[in-house]
């Protein structure tokens, strides 16, 4: 049992001298590993359902070695001049000699120590996928890190990475208690150490445990004080809070589907030593030597850091927590083998409390509640409620939600999308959308990454569009995404096949451009373009990339309503292209779309991210000069009904702007750079579109030609205006990332002082509430639906949605 003086040693001697340059990241890559076991298995009766449901229960018994070895591969960055053995546990020559070493020297039937070890080489081969996609690696233009450095840093590499990988761990603090991390590490040090010698790598034991220490206390660290760090991270870069989830290469999805798919490789490593099915992209062009690694470095990326972020960090959290950080530990070797672990009895986390926070809207400002003990209960306006949920973990249950008529009996229909969803008798392919009054769920790869509902075949019966954006052969091809439109029929609803379906290898046929890397099925928009009555679906393409230079400047696709076939089977060509007079890199041209009507004219509103410097072109622009505000990203157009008639009202929302009337600097949980009050609090713009018609309407530094109302949100970061919904008599509006993720609702009136706020009190931690708001509004019965898409009250992050009816 080592005493506190010791372990003060260890924590300061290792975090200070040496997390920065490693760049950490321990919680994401547990993150990815975890969700990885999740959807590792195959169906009863298939080939390989034994022998995989075999490893997965090894994973399953050695949960503190997998944890181990996900973490690994960084352990010598910037710690006792071990640098290049760290690197190479991040490629394939590592993993093949491991299990060269593991077939030679262990067989069946395995015992504890050669199952932990192959636990911990199946957490090192997660970390070497993982990595390539997060750090952009192997020659990959979409990374997340990648994306960031150009659309957030001007291009500066160094600044995204610091903020991703320090960051990220703090995101992921933010967004749940990381509570399936263990407190507890065993580590299989004379096999690694003979996996270093057979590839000629000279490692001191002493060297090895030291660092590994290190990294064991930077984890806990991460878990106990990440949550206070944050702010300081996340408000350089909306991505952290909005993308690192779903973004399709290196977001927590893409790593963890890459890593399940790598452990498949895996099993026939182990059980027939065939190395043929390789895990890196890198692998598929690059046939270096054992000894001999890709030209480009992690270690080059995790230097140019210098140490400094992290090491903020630490010093500032051991000099406020120090009393906390006094665990009784227990670090031993025993038979080869290092084992970590701390009493988490000993260590209490930081409280993080909020604020006093106040609530602007209509440039008056006033008090408003800031917690969910102040907002009332949802049931207060909709006493009748139904939840809805699944049993599986992480299936992001209510990520988007659409309501229609598919029968055309009058009564509203919910669809409901779960894109992780991965059910045990699925081989291949995650994703499903549930449908009332449908037995079985729809499902495709990545199946309802977005919904909507349209009349595409103009017959007045609801149709449903889902879409799937991890159709493709791999994440990071030319093509990915797919569209498929379910027709309604009277009387029987949706079919169990799509109708018509469409493809992006089809759309880059039909719009004539081979060199295009195209990308849909993440954004869907419903939106009578032509106003004869029927809606038209409207595909926002913003990762769409007509050439090289123009990476995700973005695309709008569109198919109008008319009379057509089941028996097409394609949509066809699109009816109409959409390409910003812009057309800048990293644009996102077509992440929010709609139209509204006005003086016998249709006016098209698509969101496009400003980078760099506006240029001038024919027609309406409206512009924020607000550091990331984002106006436009949520946009609804509010059919209001007046005492005389119905008008068009049109809703900007700007989810990540600042609220200025909160700018006061104060007290923070220390950390370099503290951002001021109101960062991502978000805003909801209210708009006149018959001022927009008139000559010289200035829509420029906000002020905003019709402007009626500006509303606010007040805590950072809510993202007030994420989601926005509305009946003829008010608006609904969503804050999903309020009270630390647990997220709320608003009801609004012009007539209101101020937005009503609505909470969810029997949701488990960061449920995300108000992700999406849909309202619909038949035969007199007025509905509402909320999605909550990170409830874990049945299962981690497995998303639940609220059905209620007044």
């Known amino acids: 049992m080592a005493n506190w003086r010791t372990i003060q040693q260890l924590a300061v001697g290792a975090l200070l001298l040496g997390c920065g340059a490693q760049g950490c990241g321990p919680a994401v890559h547990n993150e990815v590993a975890e969700r990885a076991r999740q959807w590792f298995h195959e169906p009863q009766g298939s080939g390989s359902s034994e022998r995989i449901a075999?490893?997965?229960?090894?994973?399953?018994?050695?949960?503190?070695?997998?944890?181990?070895?996900?973490?690994?591969?960084?352990?010598?960055?910037?710690?006792?001049?071990?640098?290049?053995?760290?690197?190479?546990?991040?490629?394939?020559?590592?993993?093949?000699?491991?299990?060269?070493?593991?077939?030679?020297?262990?067989?069946?039937?395995?015992?504890?120590?050669?199952?932990?070890?192959?636990?911990?080489?199946?957490?090192?081969?997660?970390?070497?996928?993982?990595?390539?996609?997060?750090?952009?690696?192997?020659?990959?233009?979409?990374?997340?890190?990648?994306?960031?450095?150009?659309?957030?840093?001007?291009?500066?590499?160094?600044?995204?990475?610091?903020?991703?990988?320090?960051?990220?761990?703090?995101?992921?603090?933010?967004?749940?208690?990381?509570?399936?991390?263990?407190?507890?590490?065993?580590?299989?040090?004379d096999d690694v150490l003979a996996i270093y010698r057979m590839m000629d790598i000279d490692v001191a034991r002493w060297r090895l445990n030291m660092c590994v220490t290190r990294q064991f206390y930077t984890m806990e660290a991460v878990k106990r004080f990440g949550l206070g760090l944050f702010p300081s991270y996340a408000a350089r870069a909306p991505i952290l809070t909005e993308r690192i989830e779903d973004y399709f290469v290196g977001g927590l999805f893409s790593m963890a589907t890459a890593t399940s798919d790598c452990w498949y490789s895996l099993v026939e490593w182990f059980d027939r030593g065939d190395f043929s099915k390789k895990c890196l992209i890198s692998d598929q062009h690059d046939r270096h030597h054992r000894h001999r690694r890709p030209g480009k470095r992690l270690s080059d990326y995790h230097g140019s850091l210098g140490g400094t972020p992290m090491q903020r960090f630490?010093?500032?959290?051991?000099?406020?927590?120090?009393?906390?950080?006094?665990?009784?530990?227990n670090v031993t070797e025993h038979d080869g083998t290092l084992y970590l672990g701390v009493d988490p009895r000993r260590v209490s986390r930081p409280s993080h409390r909020g604020h006093s926070r106040q609530h602007v809207f209509g440039r008056k400002v006033s008090a408003h509640a800031g917690s969910g003990d102040e907002c009332a209960e949802l049931t207060t306006l909709y006493p009748k409620v139904k939840q809805l949920y699944t049993m599986q973990a992480y299936s992001g249950f209510g990520q988007a939600v659409a309501m229609g008529d598919f029968s055309g009996n009058g009564n509203t229909d919910v669809a409901i999308s779960a894109p992780y969803y991965k059910p045990k008798d699925t081989t291949h392919g995650i994703g499903a959308v549930f449908v009332q009054r449908t037995r079985q769920p729809l499902r495709y790869s990545l199946f309802g990454s977005a919904l909507t509902v349209v009349d595409l075949n103009a017959d007045g019966i609801d149709d449903l569009v889902v879409g799937s954006s991890g159709y493709g052969e791999t994440a990071t091809g030319d093509r990915l995404g797919r569209i498929d439109v379910y027709l309604g029929r009277r009387g029987a609803g949706l079919p169990g096949t799509p109708d018509l379906t469409l493809t992006a290898d089809q759309l880059a046929l039909y719009t004539d451009s081979p060199w295009s890397r195209q990308r849909i099925g993440t954004h869907l928009f419903s939106a009578d373009i032509n106003n004869d009555g029927f809606n038209d679906l409207v595909i926002g393409a913003p990762y769409h990339s007509e050439f090289p230079f123009e990476l995700h400047s973005g695309r709008v696709f569109g198919y109008?309503?008319?009379?057509?076939?089941?028996?097409?089977?394609?949509?066809?060509?699109?009816?109409?292209?959409?390409?910003?007079?812009?057309?800048?890199?990293?644009?996102?041209?077509?992440?929010?779309?709609?139209?509204?009507?006005?003086?016998?004219?249709?006016?098209?509103?698509?969101?496009?991210?400003?980078?760099?410097?506006?240029?001038?072109?024919?027609?309406?622009?409206?512009?924020?000069?607000?550091?990331?505000?984002?106006?436009?990203?949520?946009?609804?157009?509010?059919?209001?009904?007046?005492?005389?008639?119905t008008v068009s009202i049109v809703l900007f929302g700007s989810p990540s702007e600042r609220n200025p009337a909160m700018a006061m600097r104060v007290r923070e949980p220390p950390a370099s750079q503290p951002p001021e009050r109101g960062w991502q609090a978000g805003g909801v713009r209210v708009i006149d579109p018959q001022r927009w018609m008139q000559v010289g309407a200035s829509a420029e530094d906000g002020r905003l030609a019709g402007l009626l109302s500006t509303l606010r949100g007040s805590q950072s970061p809510g993202h007030f205006g994420r989601a926005l919904a509305s009946t003829p008599s008010e608006v609904w509006i969503g804050e999903p990332f309020s009270g630390i993720e647990e997220g709320r609702v608003y009801r609004w009136r012009p007539d209101f002082d101020r937005p009503q706020c609505f909470a969810m009190r029997n949701a488990n931690g960061q449920a995300r509430l108000g992700s999406v708001i849909e309202v619909a509004q038949r035969s007199g019965r007025e509905s509402l639906v909320v999605g909550a898409p990170h409830d874990s009250q049945f299962a981690r992050l497995t998303g639940s949605v609220l059905l209620m009816q007044k």
Request: hydrophobic letters at 40%; charged letters at 20%; proline letters at 4%.
């Open 54 to 189: 075999y490893y997965r229960g090894i994973l399953d018994r050695h949960p503190e070695a997998l944890q181990a070895g996900v973490v690994f591969p960084d352990w010598g960055y910037g710690c006792l001049s071990n640098d290049d053995p760290a690197e190479a546990a991040h490629w394939t020559p590592f993993l093949e000699t491991g299990l060269e070493y593991f077939l030679q020297t262990y067989r069946q039937p395995l015992s504890d120590k050669a199952e932990q070890l192959a636990a911990f080489l199946f957490g090192i081969a997660s970390h070497q996928v993982a990595d390539e996609l997060w750090h952009s690696l192997s020659g990959l233009t979409e990374g997340l890190m990648q994306v960031l450095a150009n659309s957030t840093f001007n291009g500066e590499f160094s600044r995204a990475h610091d903020t991703l990988d320090v960051g990220g761990d703090f995101a992921l603090a933010h967004m749940n208690d990381l509570a399936f991390m263990l407190d507890k590490w065993t580590v299989p040090v």
């Open 560 to 645: 109008l309503a008319r009379q057509r076939q089941s028996s097409e089977g394609h949509l066809g060509p699109p009816d109409f292209v959409v390409v910003s007079p812009e057309r800048l890199p990293f644009e996102w041209f077509g992440q929010s779309a709609s139209a509204v009507h006005v003086q016998n004219t249709t006016l098209l509103l698509v969101y496009g991210f400003k980078v760099g410097k506006a240029a001038e072109y024919d027609g309406l622009e409206f512009t924020l000069w607000t550091d990331r505000a984002q106006l436009g990203s949520s946009i609804h157009v509010w059919d209001a009904a007046t005492d005389n008639e």
């Open 314 to 329: 630490v010093e500032a959290q051991l000099a406020e927590h120090q009393e906390q950080m006094r665990a009784v530990a």
